[in-house]
């Protein structure tokens, strides 16, 4: 660090560059902040710089480089930059533009998510560790990891490491290489469509068990030939591993790196240092890859692209399905949503002639789709008092001839835990959790009740808590009860459960797919995990046992949701093409003339969706609206409630207010959590710009406002939410 005089007397070699630091938008200052430099640094560059009394990692950011005698302040006044991070190339101008964007719309600083996208690791590191790690990186042959590397970053050598051939030679059909299947018709005209000079996005719009993936496959040996780099991104981390042992075998000679949560913070960063400088051929993510720096960017995939999960629930509450679209449009190169089941949002936009939709209705190999059984429980014999079986007869029955034939049955159920509460028949008390207005799940393998949104765990009491009754039991079902039902129901039957419980330990959720589709399980509960993308040859019957908790929910998404679940969920049974004339999905309803049912019956999504699409015109809602949601949590509702009543005031006083509707406070469907109470309002426009011209002008002001309400602990907004 050099001292003010040296500065001064420097003033003729030194530049004035503007750089992004990690704070919060809150903190009142601007994007970015004024730093000096010796050489002019080119944009992107990443650098250490002190920032109070700290010393933090940076970037460079776009600004018209000035003299540092120009105006402003003089160069005694702004503190030298202490370190250049010379070692890696600056980041592209295409992810400035990306974060740019990201940061104006989501309404979040840009030095906040610029720093906040790299991986942790990175911004601790010093000029000399970052140039080591640089160096190892560029020993590795390519396609392979050292490993002793491996073994260093606390994982096994090839855990969330890059693909290697020879760990994955097993998958590639033996030493003559790869097999490639051969492509349907339907695939064979999508690829053709793919190669036209149409640069929309395309929405592909498969059946379940069409070969999207073999789409996705040759559109990336395409660009890979190209020599350009290939992103891949999916929901949720479960769904990783299967789609890189698919891209490894069938490019066992590529380098393929994966980027999620599961990551050690140095597995991360050198996978993130592999696709940034370009050694990384193939990169497979969660939603945080979307701010993949790539080198030599040539497609981007978006599989299941309906999915809430690609919605970033905290801090920047981003949509990496948009941005994916956003950044196919900045790079210049192709983008591909995939889905059985699009979202409302991105079918409309095909509908316009926004996004150019390609379809592919039929299975591979001619299989028929599951015949879709609707079983009325309205008319299923039972003894007077008793609730319902668990399965009825028929499908009981169903399910025993599956076994007889060596076939798998799917049971799902989208609620984990024994029984989602305990209660009391002398006093009505039930397991109510202290901290959340919600209620504490009873777990029976580990007797403990959980609340899953604050994470308290008790073990059960012995008694009531109120009045002493020792006879406290369950009420409702559960994935855990539901697999203890099915074993006492089927006896012999090998009963298998995949959901959050069961798949906590690393390696078990690999350890149980493989028991699935070796053949080892006769019938599978799970919650939705099993639902997305997995290939279970084996499986002929699926059975929603308990779907009609959704058709009624508050929010208007929750029919949408419900539709692709059930959907995506009978897309398991069948996929054999042998076996799909004999594959059912069964669906236990209580309504069984809803029209959703008969949607599902006739496996029509296109009238799903037409029905789906009129009604939200109707309502202006989403897609024909655009909406934000204001949250704000506090000790009290009231101080939240004051809050939030005192930014509509300022935000009614506005000019740009006649284009926004703003609707008045309510609490969430769980208003207390961690013994926060939690309000929310929403803000509605027909207009996208206008919406946004509000926020950008009202948002500033809150910050201030905040000061006024000492109550308030926190409070963030949220553009397009999906959970109102």
Excluded at 129 to 139: E, P, Y
Excluded at 229 to 249: G, H, W
Excluded at 507 to 536: I, N, P, R, S, Y
Aim: hydrophobic fraction near 40%.
């Amino acid at each position: 660090m050099v001292s003010a005089e040296d500065a001064d007397a420097d003033v003729g070699v030194m530049h004035r560059l503007a750089v992004a630091v990690e704070m919060p938008r809150h903190a009142g200052l601007s994007d970015t902040l004024d730093y000096l430099a010796r050489q002019p640094l080119p944009t992107g560059t990443l650098v250490r710089v002190p920032l109070g009394k700290r010393l933090v990692t940076a970037v460079v950011w776009d600004r018209p480089e000035v003299a540092a005698a120009d105006d402003g302040p003089l160069p005694h006044a702004l503190r030298e930059i202490a370190e250049v991070l010379g070692a890696l190339p600056a980041l592209p101008q295409t992810w400035r533009a990306l974060v740019d964007f990201a940061s104006g719309y989501y309404q979040r600083g840009v030095g906040e998510l610029a720093l906040a996208v790299l991986p942790p690791e990175l911004r601790k590191l010093t000029g000399v560790q970052l140039q080591r790690r640089v160096a190892r990186l560029a020993g590795y042959p390519a396609g392979t990891v050292d490993a002793d590397e491996g073994s260093r970053d606390g994982g096994d050598a090839h855990r969330g490491a890059p693909a290697r051939p020879s760990t994955l030679g097993h998958l590639t059909g033996g030493p003559g290489g790869p097999t490639r299947p051969t492509p349907s018709a339907e695939q064979l005209q999508v690829l053709a469509d793919l190669q036209t000079d149409d640069r929309r996005p395309v929405l592909l719009h498969g059946a379940t068990g069409s070969g999207k993936t073999e789409v996705y496959l040759r559109a990336a040996e395409q660009a890979l030939q190209a020599g350009r780099q290939v992103l891949v991104l999916v929901p949720e981390i479960n769904l990783t591993p299967q789609l890189e042992a698919r891209f490894a075998q069938r490019f066992p000679d590529r380098v393929l790196v994966s980027l999620h949560s599961a990551l050690t913070p140095a597995q991360r960063l050198r996978h993130w240092l592999l696709a940034h400088l370009g050694q990384a051929d193939l990169v497979l993510g969660t939603r945080l890859a979307v701010f993949t720096p790539l080198a030599r960017p040539g497609l981007i995939v978006v599989d299941e692209e309906h999915d809430p999960s690609f919605k970033q629930q905290e801090g920047a509450r981003y949509s990496a399905r948009d941005l994916a679209v956003y950044r196919a449009r900045l790079e210049g190169v192709p983008v591909i949503l995939g889905s059985a089941t699009p979202a409302l949002e991105s079918w409309q936009r095909a509908s316009e002639g926004r996004y150019r939709r390609l379809s592919m209705p039929q299975r591979i190999g001619g299989g028929a789709m599951p015949r879709v059984r609707l079983l009325d429980m309205n008319l299923q014999p039972r003894e007077r008092g008793e609730h319902a079986p668990a399965l009825a007869a028929p499908l009981r029955q169903a399910i025993e001839d599956r076994i007889a034939r060596s076939e798998q049955s799917l049971l799902l159920l989208n609620r984990r835990g024994y029984a989602p509460v305990l209660h009391c028949g002398a006093c009505s008390w039930k397991s109510q959790c202290p901290h959340c207005s919600a209620w504490r799940v009873f777990h029976k393998v580990d007797r403990t009740l959980r609340c899953h949104h604050c994470g308290l765990t008790e073990r059960v009491p012995r008694a009531c808590p109120d009045c002493g009754n020792l006879d406290i039991a369950p009420i409702g079902r559960g994935t855990e009860k539901l697999e203890e039902q099915m074993a006492a129901l089927l006896p012999g039957a090998r009963v298998a459960r995949i959901d959050a419980d069961t798949t906590r330990l690393k390696g078990t959720l690999d350890a149980q797919l493989a028991a699935v589709h070796g053949g080892e399980v006769d019938v599978l509960v799970g919650t939705q995990m099993v639902t997305k993308g997995h290939d279970f040859r084996r499986i002929t019957l699926v059975a929603a046992v308990n779907p009609d908790g959704a058709l009624f929910a508050s929010d208007f998404r929750a029919a949408e949701r419900l539709f692709s679940l059930l959907l995506q969920a009978a897309g398991r049974a069948g996929r054999d093409a042998e076996a799909a004339a004999r594959s059912e999905m069964w669906l236990q309803t209580w309504h069984p003339q809803h029209p959703l049912y008969a949607a599902l019956q006739r496996h029509d999504y296109e009238a799903f969706a037409a029905q789906q699409l009129e009604e939200r015109r109707q309502a202006r809602l989403p897609p024909f609206s655009h909406l934000a949601l204001l949250r704000a949590e506090a000790r009290t509702a009231e101080a939240a409630l004051d809050f939030l009543t005192a930014a509509s005031d300022a935000a009614a006083a506005m000019p740009q207010a006649g284009a926004v509707s703003l609707y008045p406070p309510v609490p969430p469907p769980v208003a207390r959590v961690a013994d926060v109470e939690r309000m929310q309002m929403l803000l509605e426009s027909p207009s996208r710009i206008a919406l946004q011209r509000m926020l950008g002008a009202w948002l500033p002001g809150l910050h201030d406002l905040r000061t006024h309400h000492k109550g308030v602990l926190r409070w963030a907004v949220d553009v397009d939410p999906l959970g109102i």
